[in-house]
């Protein structure tokens, strides 16, 4: 072979070194990216879903619940009332029927203000009128249920009477017979309960 054969053979040779190069290079780049990619399927499971994120907000109360139990608390503290009218009347002082409806100071309050009546003799007979009840203050949300009220309560037609004779003893004529009375109810196990009765000695 000729020199000069012998360097167009070198020339070619450098010629198919640079045209290959480009490939390794591109095959090389391939190969990584399938490398990772590779990785990422191995990680995600075809079909599922991520799991929700857990979360320990409470839901509040729709407005309709809400009221609904507002409504109730209402209806509740009437029957509490009802269940003092029986106290009174009652020389015994039975609290068999307020027990389901009343406890704390709202209780403590009745036993004590019937037995006080009932030792001198006196009962206390008649109706008892809740109107204009108003919610005040309402957490329907909370573990025990709270609501707050003001009513107007009318005791025109709840006298005091000697128990023997069920005659009507002499009262102050200055005395409000409808005055304006605040409470607190929760609702327990047995349902909504009278916690606190407050007499605001205001006319309504």
Same mark, same amino acid.
């Given at each position: 072979?000729?020199?000069?054969?012998?360097?167009?053979?070198?020339?070619?040779?450098?010629?198919?070194?640079?045209?290959?190069?480009?490939?390794?290079?591109?095959?090389?780049?391939?190969?990584?990216?399938?490398?990772?990619?590779?990785?990422?399927?191995?990680?995600?499971? @075809?079909?599922?879903?991520?799991? @929700?994120?857990?979360?320990?907000?409470?839901?509040?109360?729709?407005?309709?619940?809400?009221?609904?139990?507002?409504?109730?608390?209402? /209806?509740?503290?009437?029957?509490?009332?009802?269940?003092?009218?029986?106290?009174?009347?009652?020389?015994?002082?039975?609290? /068999?029927?307020?027990?389901?409806?009343?406890?704390?100071?709202?209780?403590?309050?009745?036993?004590?203000?019937?037995?006080?009546?009932? /030792?001198?003799?006196?009962?206390?007979?008649?109706?008892?009128?809740?109107?204009?009840?108003?919610?005040?203050?309402?957490?329907?949300?909370?573990?025990?249920?709270?609501?707050?009220?003001?009513?107007?309560?009318?005791?025109?037609?709840?006298?005091?009477?000697?128990? @023997?004779?069920?005659? @009507?003893?002499?009262?102050?004529?200055?005395?409000?017979?409808?005055?304006?009375?605040?409470?607190?109810?929760?609702?327990?196990?047995?349902?909504?309960?009278?916690?606190?009765?407050?007499?605001?000695?205001?006319?309504?």
């Amino acid at each position: 072979m000729t020199l000069a054969e012998r360097k167009n053979e070198t020339i070619l040779r450098k010629r198919n070194r640079l045209r290959s190069a480009p490939l390794l290079l591109t095959a090389l780049a391939l190969t990584t990216a399938a490398g990772c990619s590779s990785g990422t399927d191995a990680d995600a499971t @075809p079909g599922k879903s991520p799991a @929700p994120v857990a979360t320990t907000r409470e839901a509040a109360p729709s407005v309709n619940v809400a009221q609904a139990a507002e409504a109730a608390a209402v /209806d509740a503290y009437r029957e509490y009332w009802k269940a003092l009218e029986a106290l009174y009347a009652d020389p015994s002082g039975n609290t /068999d029927q307020l027990k389901k409806v009343a406890s704390g100071t709202a209780m403590v309050n009745a036993e004590n203000d019937a037995k006080m009546a009932h /030792d001198k003799g006196n009962l206390i007979i008649g109706s008892v009128s809740v109107t204009d009840s108003r919610v005040t203050a309402s957490n329907i949300g909370r573990k025990v249920p709270k609501v707050a009220l003001s009513s107007c309560l009318d005791i025109t037609k709840w006298d005091v009477v000697k128990a @023997p004779t069920k005659k @009507p003893l002499p009262l102050p004529s200055t005395r409000l017979t409808k005055y304006v009375i605040t409470s607190t109810l929760e609702k327990w196990s047995q349902g909504w309960v009278v916690i606190e009765d407050k007499p605001q000695g205001e006319a309504c």
